[in-house]
């Protein structure tokens, strides 16, 4: 089959040519400009953006776009952070990805059977015990049960189905139960390989009492990005600025949690306590 060539649209190439090779996050806006059609981020913006021609979708996206905006950031959290904030803000048609329906939810460990809690509910910033973030009580049941699958756990002593008392499940006569339910292990056992399969998962604590900066750095620029309780607040030039971003009410934030967790709890990211 013959490769489809497109070209870059001769409306939107001056635009797309003068972003600088720099990182931030970019729009391509259409006739309302005030609901964009994508948003995106790189650590290069114009290699980015000249790169949106791979297939016929973009190559739609393209045709219908008028405009290409930029915002500028120091690095690549500061993209992250910027384009995360700027997709829940502004609704872009195209960015399914970030998009977050439904109620955030994760799965609480007790000592009986795990349970889906709310972050409407309970501070998911605070509560320990937590594993996962999921969009729906289904897709959080669903991992669950394909955690059972893979470590043989039992069902019903995950609450995911109902046994008659002194019954196996019907797993465990299968052998993919590891037959808690028949004696074959103790409860703790099964607890505690339960916990084993959901360490991956567990959601880390917000470590400090309050807010932190994280500082990125490029030459003389620098932004601090302000967050407290896993939530952005916003990005500042100077400690000042930062701290008047700051929230003692901050709530956990899921998008916020993702970007920053590995640089902040991996110590790669520079902190300024706020
Ligand atoms: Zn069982």
Redesign the pocket.
């Known amino acids: 089959m013959p490769r489809i060539s497109y070209r870059y649209p001769d409306h939107l190439r001056a635009d797309a040519e003068a972003l600088p090779a720099m990182p931030g996050v970019y729009l391509f806006l259409g006739e309302d400009e005030s609901l964009p059609l994508y948003i995106g981020k790189s650590v290069n913006l114009r290699a980015r953006v000249l790169s949106h021609l791979r297939n016929r979708s973009e190559a739609r996206m393209l045709r219908a776009a008028r405009r290409i905006s930029f915002q500028r950031t120091v690095g690549e959290i500061g993209a992250l952070l910027l384009e995360a904030r700027l997709v829940k803000e502004r609704y872009p048609l195209l960015n399914r990805q970030l998009r977050r329906k439904g109620r955030l939810c994760s799965l609480r460990l007790s000592n009986s059977a795990p349970e889906v809690v709310y972050a409407q509910d309970i501070d998911f910033a605070r509560e320990p015990q937590l594993f996962g973030l999921f969009n729906s009580q289904a897709a959080a049941l669903l991992r669950l049960q394909e955690l059972a699958d893979a470590h043989k ?5 995950l609450g995911l ?1 109902k ?1 008659p008392k002194g019954r ?5 006569l299968l052998g993919r ?6 004696g074959d292990e103790t409860a703790e056992a099964h607890q505690h390989r339960l916990l084993e399969a959901l360490q991956d998962h567990a959601l880390t604590c917000w470590p400090w009492e309050g807010g932190i900066g994280v500082v990125e750095r490029d030459g003389e620029a620098q932004q601090i990005h302000v967050v407290h309780n896993w939530c952005y607040l916003g990005s500042a030039e100077t400690p000042e600025a930062a701290r008047a971003l700051y929230s003692v009410s901050a709530s956990f934030d899921a998008d916020s949690y993702k970007i920053l967790c590995k640089p902040i709890l991996a110590g790669t990211a520079e902190i300024l306590r706020l």
Do not use: K
């Open positions: 756990l039992c069902l019903g002593a189905e046994l196996a499940c019907f797993r465990a139960c590891g037959g808690v339910c028949r």
